[in-house]
């Protein structure tokens, strides 16, 4: 067979399974509000996949807002069919970061998600956030199957 022939036909394919996997994805859009949704899944091949907004939570300090704004994330991960459990990866920004704060971030982490299999995780520092009164803000991504 001809080298274009060869290319033309996995070409061919690869736009075939293209066309099937658009058909078959689906988006929702979970607690959209003005300019963002908190949380978008889309699910395709018996998986879904739920991506959370950057959410930030509520209290005056470091500690209290963290654990406002994993609630927030349960929230979210909850109205998706989600949990914690089914988290991967986890964006997180703290502003005017500081080294000790990353031992109080992963106390609060290790009570609400445990120690064992944790999700991949990055840690930003940044000079603000949105609102200028909040300290983090954390982002998530988490998978789930779909009963079929």
Request: with cysteine.
């Amino acid at each position: 067979m001809k080298k274009h022939a060869v290319g033309y036909l996995f070409l061919l394919l690869l736009t075939s399974c293209s066309i099937k996997l658009q058909s078959t994805l689906t988006k929702e859009f979970i607690h959209a509000g003005p300019g963002y949704s908190k949380a978008v899944t889309v699910s395709a091949g018996g998986v879904k996949t739920i991506y959370v907004a950057g959410l930030t939570g509520e209290g005056n300090e470091l500690e209290a807002q963290t654990r406002s704004a994993f609630e927030n994330i349960k929230v979210e991960l909850e109205s998706a069919g989600a949990s914690y459990k089914d988290i991967v990866k986890m964006n997180t920004y703290m502003v005017n970061y500081k080294p000790a704060y990353i031992t109080l971030f992963r106390k609060v982490r290790k009570e609400i998600l445990g120690e064992k299999d944790m999700p991949a995780s990055t840690i930003v520092g940044v000079s603000a956030l949105a609102d200028n009164n909040k300290l983090i803000e954390i982002e998530a991504i988490a998978m789930i199957t779909i009963a079929k």
